[in-house]
């Protein structure tokens, strides 16, 4: 029979190892843990059954880089897990970040709508839609004026006008409320000589995170693109923009993972960036 220590232990041990992993929602962050975790038991496993003194200090060396490195890429959520247990909502932890607020086929709508509008009227416009990422404030440049809005059409159209401030940054969705708006992205390094700021903001949002996407117009033609996990696909039709929205919104809420759309070839027309 297991010793009641042992059986804590193990308890313990698989309950940090469950909120861990149920806590990551990208794809990407879930490999570099696992990783971590390898190098982890690689350490504990040669130390263990070994007697390898430079290797074991070879090992121990990396695994502290690693948890270095993992402490500088996570400092948002570190910092959010200290908010939590200083205020007491421990009960957070147990919750899943990615059934708060589902993009549902009224949000599909209400995009396709206001896309296909700003497309028509040559409106630069670049939308942001959180499929489960949880974006954050510090994951943007400029996190930009907080709205916490009803998503409507209208409303999109309103924040890009360009008689408004906020119109040449991102405006940011989560499920069926406008987060944010005038939201700086970080740039891509790819492709910065065929594409022009809005699109390669787009790129550079979806290649660091997998679980949102990105609507991009462009100013000067018109275009209509969409980027995801660090592809765009363009030009597309407003149809073709409402299918790739609700198969990707699908693949969300069923927690797989979200399939890239099949690039398309890219005109060769003048780009569009911003002022």
Same mark, same amino acid.
């Given at each position: 029979?297991?010793?009641?220590?042992?059986?804590?232990?193990?308890?313990?041990?698989?309950?940090?190892?469950? *909120?861990?992993?149920?806590?990551?929602? =990208?794809? %990407?962050? @879930?490999?570099? !843990?696992? $990783?971590?975790?390898? +190098?982890?038991? /690689?350490?504990?496993?040669?130390?263990?059954?070994?007697?390898?003194?430079?290797?074991?200090?070879?090992?121990?060396?990396?695994?502290?880089?690693?948890?270095?490195? *993992?402490?500088?890429?996570?400092?948002? =959520?570190? %910092?959010? @897990?200290?908010? !939590?247990? $200083?205020?007491?909502? +421990?009960?957070? /932890?147990?919750?899943?970040?990615?059934?708060?607020?589902?993009?549902?086929?009224?949000?599909?709508?209400?995009?396709?709508?206001?896309?296909?509008?700003?497309?028509?009227?040559?409106?630069?416009?670049?939308?942001?839609?959180?499929?489960?990422?949880? !974006?954050?404030?510090?994951?943007? +440049?400029?996190?930009?004026?907080?709205?916490?809005?009803?998503?409507?059409?209208?409303?999109?159209?309103?924040?890009?006008?360009?008689?408004?401030?906020?119109?040449?940054?991102?405006?940011?969705?989560?499920?069926?409320?406008?987060?944010?708006?005038?939201?700086?992205?970080?740039?891509?390094?790819?492709?910065?000589?065929?594409?022009?700021?809005?699109?390669?903001?787009?790129?550079?949002?979806?290649?660091?995170?997998?679980?949102?996407?990105?609507?991009?117009?462009?100013?000067?033609?018109?275009?209509?693109?969409?980027?995801?996990?660090?592809?765009?696909?363009?030009?597309?039709?407003?149809?073709?923009?409402?299918?790739?929205?609700?198969?990707?919104?699908?693949?969300?809420?069923?927690?797989?993972?979200?399939?890239?759309?099949?690039?398309?070839?890219?005109?060769?027309?003048?780009?569009?960036?911003?002022?």
């Amino acid at each position: 029979m297991l010793p009641l220590r042992l059986l804590l232990d193990v308890l313990c041990a698989s309950l940090l190892g469950f *909120l861990l992993f149920t806590r990551v929602n =990208e794809q %990407r962050t @879930l490999w570099l !843990l696992r $990783g971590y975790l390898f +190098l982890v038991a /690689l350490a504990w496993f040669v130390k263990r059954f070994f007697s390898l003194p430079l290797t074991s200090t070879l090992i121990d060396a990396l695994v502290l880089a690693c948890s270095l490195s *993992l402490a500088i890429l996570w400092q948002g =959520e570190l %910092r959010r @897990l200290m908010e !939590l247990l $200083g205020t007491g909502r +421990l009960a957070v /932890l147990l919750g899943n970040p990615q059934s708060k607020m589902r993009a549902t086929a009224s949000t599909v709508a209400q995009l396709t709508d206001a896309a296909g509008r700003l497309s028509k009227s040559r409106r630069g416009a670049l939308i942001v839609v959180d499929l489960g990422s949880d !974006l954050r404030p510090e994951d943007f +440049l400029n996190p930009g004026i907080t709205i916490d809005a009803q998503l409507s059409s209208e409303l999109l159209l309103n924040l890009f006008a360009s008689d408004t401030p906020l119109h040449d940054g991102a405006v940011v969705i989560k499920g069926s409320r406008i987060i944010s708006a005038g939201v700086i992205l970080p740039l891509s390094r790819q492709g910065i000589s065929r594409y022009g700021t809005r699109h390669l903001a787009a790129l550079g949002i979806t290649e660091r995170f997998d679980r949102c996407i990105c609507v991009v117009i462009s100013e000067e033609t018109g275009t209509l693109s969409l980027a995801n996990q660090g592809r765009l696909e363009r030009p597309i039709t407003s149809s073709r923009l409402q299918d790739l929205l609700t198969d990707l919104i699908a693949a969300s809420v069923s927690t797989a993972p979200v399939k890239s759309p099949s690039p398309r070839s890219v005109s060769s027309g003048t780009q569009d960036s911003l002022p």
